[in-house]
């Protein structure tokens, strides 16, 4: 009677341990939670926010969603662990029962991990699709020009490499590029290189693109949610300067974009064409690239004196 009943104690614990589990997933199912009130919980898993597009929140709620399903599975594998360390701990000198060949359980190994991939892979694939979709008329097309180690601008009249120029902005030794876009409006990003490969990246995007010389031009869409200012970094190892090679997104209404760019057109600097939505003296300038800046002259290492001491 004891040795049956501490046989049946370890199964009744790991079966109230599963009902547990499935219990509380059902729980926050029927509850309502949301991804990000998971993400928010844990910090994220390391990203910086459910993200500034619609893009983002795709990409934010699959890598949250699957982060979850990927703890729920390790558990459940540590419980399993633990369980038969215990369990099945040596007790005594006799050999256990040799068991192989257990056709149930090698078909749920099989089946159960090709199922979980299944199951990402499907996801995945439908956020990648629709992240990489491009539209026929997007509103605002930028031709992103990458050069050790800067960043132009260009807003264009149209889309291609024939599309025509309307303003740009271009950064310098001195000043860090600032790329203003207008909030809710589809926004297509045509990159090329000058000279190396670099990468496109502002983190609060959840994406980053590479910037190729040649005749390769990387295009994206993007769909900005959120006003604000965010910081903007090339991600690909480029040269000395790579560190140095910040930008800073600007996201503002359409209205507010629409006198940003006419002012550029009409001849401003982008300086002039900031004050004239409205950010004025320092804030004409990029207030996000801390705690990197272009400044080189002051924070390089291998120059001379007098350039170190300003021009
Ligand atoms: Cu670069």
């Known amino acids: 009677m004891g040795a049956r009943s501490s046989a049946t104690r370890p199964r009744a614990v790991g079966r109230a341990a599963g009902l547990g589990l499935g219990g509380a997933t059902l729980l926050t199912l029927l509850t309502g939670c949301s991804v990000e009130d998971w993400g928010s919980a844990f910090g994220h898993f390391g990203w910086p926010g459910r993200g500034i597009s619609l893009q983002a929140h795709e990409m934010y709620d699959l890598w949250i969603a699957s982060t979850i399903a990927a703890l729920v599975v390790g558990f459940g594998v540590w419980g399993l662990i633990f369980w038969c360390i215990i369990r099945y701990r ?12 257990n056709m149930p359980m090698e078909i749920l190994y099989t089946v159960t991990p ?6 990402l892979f499907y996801y995945t694939a439908i956020v990648q699709t629709s992240i990489d979709k491009l539209s026929k008329n997007p509103d605002q097309v930028v031709e992103v020009v990458a050069f050790k180690w800067n960043w132009q601008f260009n807003y264009q009249d149209g889309m291609g490499e024939d599309a025509g120029t309307v303003a740009s902005t271009v950064g310098s030794s001195d000043v860090i590029p600032l790329l203003v876009l207008p909030v809710g409006e589809k926004i297509r990003f045509e990159e090329t290189s000058t000279d190396v490969i670099h990468s496109f990246w502002v983190p609060e995007m959840l994406f980053k693109r590479d910037v190729m010389p040649g005749n390769v031009r990387n295009v994206f869409e993007v769909t900005l949610d959120r006003e604000g200012r965010y910081v903007g970094r090339c991600a690909e190892l480029c040269g000395t300067y790579h560190a140095f090679m910040n930008f800073e997104l600007v996201v503002v209404s359409p209205d507010k974009f629409d006198t940003f760019l006419k002012a550029k057109v009409d001849g401003a600097s982008t300086q002039e064409a900031m004050e004239a939505i409205g950010f004025t003296g320092q804030e004409a300038y990029a207030t996000t690239t801390q705690p990197f800046n272009t400044r080189r002259q002051q924070n390089s290492w291998n120059q001379p004196e007098t350039v170190a001491a300003g021009k």
């Not at 090709?114 to 199951?119: D, K, N, R, T, W």
């Open 114 to 119: 090709v199922l979980i991939v299944a199951v």
């Open 90 to 101: 040596k007790r005594g000198e006799e050999l256990p029962v040799q068991t192989r060949f």
